[in-house]
């Protein structure tokens, strides 16, 4: 429908505020996350976005060919939205699927997330937040297709229906909407329009599969790494062995030797500072950095040590920290027998996102302009920091959202630290495009890590076995503290470190729920499901345990104690309970079934699992999970995010899944030292079932990883009469 | 810098470089082609795997001056491969890909199993697929994919 053109002045348009905009939006974005966005405007600590009028031409473009193209306001990353936000939207147009191609939008006003206020993926929210979005820019783009057809026939527009692509007049007319896109794009945005009634959707809620499977299965599918420019060179830098040490030598004679070596010159880091070698091609960079020689000022860098954190943070577990949640009696605990106790200590390590694709970013810096590809899951900030490092303003920094392999959090990045790196090395290299490429092991070794852990826990148990008291006291860093984000903190409380916990759905009369934030000096970052990661774990292994204690069935128990308004829980613990049970009951010799549950994000989980152990590792034959979403817009992507995302979960319980420092370095250097889960590692066989609903959709990017592996430590625990409270898994 | 002749996809290929570039490098740089992916560099996700006289081989540390006269087989020419189309058919039908970063490894893994255990049990699937990481963790549908796959292989 737009043409190249107008689809340029939108943009350019639409950039004129773009900076006042993104700058007072990013605590939208920080509230958003951390508070349920549905509970912060409760509070009326979030203001109600804007009602936003989106230009449907930014979004959608019909070809003369029939081709549909549609703009996806996120990052492709795995979870599926390039598939599913077209499906909304080409689901009120009334496109023919077949015709619909998607396209990852540039960093631009219009593509930010309608409640956030910048261009993002995280917290689950793409569909949640742009359902309704995608569904009026269809229904708004087939008003003016029919507009315009109505026209052409001189009939009412209301006599005329769509179908796959067509619009029908009364009068047995029609036209394709390729015939009608370039009149409609002339004609009026309707400020309205009707929605479709649920019961007529024809793509929302069936399952369709992915648009980009086939050019990822054939190898064509370029992601950014895989981006070849003319001319292009290649970046990469040699980091500091402690976080925050700065070059204070370096010989570079052998590394400048190398032919194809291009420059070395020492750059800024957010954390200290490196050595940037800029070769022709990656190999040649990655030999080059081999053979620098670096002396590096340890002045003033304090240097962290798992073991010494662990006993520090254990002491501090022993304190009341910041108060997150206090509900009841504050001293109800003490009233109650030590018998009646459990008092419970945790140990979470360090851990790595390890994104498939290491991290990378390209730049072109041409003086007056500049081009950047990243995969991205905040284009707007990572714009706006390479148009800061080059002197640039955002919107002369034209900024391509690249197909990325993975991410889980692990792009979204409030200090931009990649794209600052790239940046600086492009500025000195003007009308070159360079690509920075991190390796693995700068990525293992590289800081921005799920933070270590402590919890403490003292639970008092009441006469009908049910926990009357929770104290419940954690130890982590903050992930907002000493970011431009940290003023979102509520009373030094950081809610992403007590997520789960703090908000339990549990009915706990006397809940006491405090944290510690320490500061240490490692950077540290959300990673999928960000503080639900531990506090379930927590959960959902003092639960079970307290149900064994009374000897009341898992399920049962956790009915019982959910309160009533916790209805995606209750409503995916009976599903789970239907559809696990007749296998639940039948174990082979040597298995045990571990359950568990947790909302987050808005969308409630139930899972069970078989375990038996061989090889003295967890061996997982089936997992069961009941999922409620709201409206499944599609199921086929729930399914698999589910499968998947559980055997991501356990990344969690691998005997290898820690990172781990000593004297200030991190212990793992690669996928052998911190080894995520590979075949053998993750379920045989998972069933996902979906609790229909008409709810407004949540997120299932981020709620499938909490529950997996409390349940089945709950499994292992039946199997061995041991609790499991120290991860990773070392041993069962 | 020397110069090999390689026989990829089975084209004959000339590329001049540092002897110890490993396969992988070359193939994605001096080749440009990009579906052979870098994930780890030292032979422990699969992400670089591609056929090399038939056999799935780690290309990111196998450099190029110990290649000889090998055949190299890589995931471009899996469309006009007949084991190789079935496969890639069953992971489009299974919606096997997320972000799809570690797929062309796990298809080149996947099109050897097949290739040499043309019905292949869940142990052979296992041992065959244990060495390729999928970090968004899709392994259950891949071994659904593989098992579509071989009922479908003659």
């Known amino acids: ?732 | 810098m020397a110069t090999y002749q390689l026989t990829v996809n089975g084209e004959r290929k000339e590329v001049t470089v540092d002897p110890s570039t490993p396969l992988l490098w070359v193939l994605r740089e001096d080749l440009k082609m990009t579906g052979t992916k870098y994930g780890c560099g030292v032979s422990v996700c699969g992400a670089c795997t591609v056929h090399v006289n038939g056999v799935a081989t780690r290309s990111c540390m196998l450099p190029i001056s110990l290649l000889g006269e090998r055949a190299i087989v890589t995931i471009e020419a899996m469309n006009d491969d007949a084991v190789g189309r079935v496969v890639q058919d069953a992971w489009v039908e299974k919606d096997v890909v997320q972000c799809g970063y570690c797929q062309s490894g796990q298809i080149m893994s996947a099109v050897a199993l097949l290739k040499a255990t043309p019905k292949p049990t869940d142990t052979n699937i296992e041992e065959s697929m244990g060495g390729n990481i999928c970090r968004c963790a899709t392994y259950v549908r891949i071994r659904e994919a593989i098992k579509t796959a071989a009922a479908r292989l003659k």
């Open chain 1, 1 to 732: 429908m737009s043409t190249a053109n107008t689809n340029d002045n939108e943009l350019q348009l639409s950039r004129r505020s773009f900076l006042r905009v993104s700058m007072s939006a990013a605590g939208g974005l920080l509230v958003a996350l951390y508070l349920h966005p549905t509970a912060a405007a409760q509070e009326g600590s979030q203001p109600r976005p804007r009602p936003k009028v989106y230009p449907p031409d930014a979004f959608v473009d019909i070809r003369p060919d029939g081709k549909i193209v549609i703009q996806v306001n996120r990052l492709e990353f795995g979870q599926g939205v390039q598939t599913a936000l077209p499906m909304i939207l080409a689901d009120e147009l009334d496109a023919d699927w077949s015709q619909v191609v998607a396209e990852l939008a540039p960093a631009a006003d219009v593509y930010k997330d309608p409640l956030m206020g910048i261009q993002m993926v995280g917290g689950s929210g793409s569909i949640a937040h742009s359902f309704q979005q995608y569904r009026e820019l269809g229904a708004k783009t087939r008003a003016m297709l029919i507009a315009t057809a109505a026209e052409r026939w001189k009939v009412a527009p209301n006599k005329c229906r769509t179908q796959e692509s067509v619009v029908y007049g009364p009068g047995g007319q029609s036209a394709k909407y390729a015939e009608l896109g370039s009149d409609a794009a002339r004609s009026v945005v309707p400020a309205s329009v009707q929605l479709k009634n649920p019961s007529e959707f024809r793509l929302v809620g069936k399952n369709i599969r992915r648009l980009d499977s086939r050019p990822k299965c054939d190898g064509s599918l370029k992601f950014g790494l895989d981006l070849d420019l003319p001319n292009m060179k290649v970046a990469v830098v040699a980091r500091p062995p402690v976080f925050g040490a700065r070059v204070k030598s370096v010989d570079d004679k052998a590394a400048r030797s190398l032919e194809g070596v291009r420059d070395v010159f020492e750059i800024p880091l957010a954390h200290g500072t490196g050595v940037a070698v800029v070769a022709d091609k990656f190999w040649t960079a990655k030999q080059a950095r081999d053979q620098l020689k670096i002396e590096w000022d340890f002045k003033g860098v304090k240097r962290a040590d798992s073991s010494q954190l662990f006993a520090k943070y254990k002491e501090l577990a022993r304190t009341a920290g910041l108060s997150a949640m206090a509900r009841g009696d504050a001293k109800a605990l003490e009233g109650i027998d030590a018998s009646k106790r459990i008092v419970a200590e945790y140990e979470f390590p360090y851990l790595a996102h390890a994104p498939m694709e290491p991290l990378n970013t390209t730049i072109r810096f041409d003086g007056d302009r500049a081009e950047a590809w990243a995969g991205s899951q905040f284009q707007t900030i990572d714009q706006m920091a390479i148009g800061e490092v080059l002197g640039l303003k955002p919107e002369q920094v034209t900024f391509h959202t690249e197909m990325a392999g993975g991410g889980f959090g692990r792009r979204a990045v409030a200090d931009s630290h990649v794209q600052r790196e790239a940046a600086v090395i492009a500025k000195r290299f003007r009308g070159t495009p360079v690509k920075l490429i991190w390796t693995r092991e700068d990525d293992i070794r590289g800081g921005y890590y799920r933070p270590m852990h402590v919890h403490r826990v003292e639970v008092g148990i009441g006469a009908d076995g049910m926990p009357s008291a929770w104290r419940h006291v954690i130890v982590g860093q903050s992930l907002l503290a000493g970011t431009p984000f940290a003023q979102y903190m509520k009373d030094g409380v950081d809610n992403s470190a007590v997520e789960g916990a703090s908000d339990t759905h549990y009915n706990i009369p006397n809940l006491n729920v405090s944290v510690h934030h320490p500061t240490v000096n490692v950077p540290v970052l959300w990673w999928r499901s960000v503080g639900h990661t531990h506090t379930a774990y927590v959960m959902e292994t003092l639960i079970d345990e307290l149900a064994a204690r009374a000897s009341v069935d898992p399920i049962a128990y956790r009915q019982k104690l959910l309160k009533p308004e916790a209805k995606k829980l209750l409503a995916a613990l009976g599903l789970l309970d239907a559809k696990s049970a007749s296998w639940r009951r039948k174990l082979p010799k040597g298995h045990a079934f571990g359950i568990s549950c947790h909302e987050s994000f808005g969308t409630g989980v139930a899972c069970a699992v078989e375990v038996s152990i061989q090889d003295e590792r967890p061996r997982i034959h089936r997992v069961t999970v009941a999922v409620d979403a709201g409206i499944a817009v599609n199921p086929l992507t729930i399914e698999s995010q589910f499968q998947a995302g559980v055997a991501f979960g356990l990344s969690q319980l691998m005997e290898k899944g820690a990172i781990t420092f000593k004297d200030g370095v991190v212990e793992q250097r690669n996928f052998d030292g911190f080894v995520p889960p590979y075949m053998p590692d993750a379920p045989v066989a998972v069933d996902v079932h979906i609790v229909p609903s008409t709810e407004a959709p949540t997120g299932c990017g981020e709620p499938p990883v909490p529950v997996i592996s409390p349940a089945v430590v709950n499994a292992l625990s039946k199997l061995t009469g041991k609790r499991y409270r120290t991860l990773p898994l070392v041993t069962v």
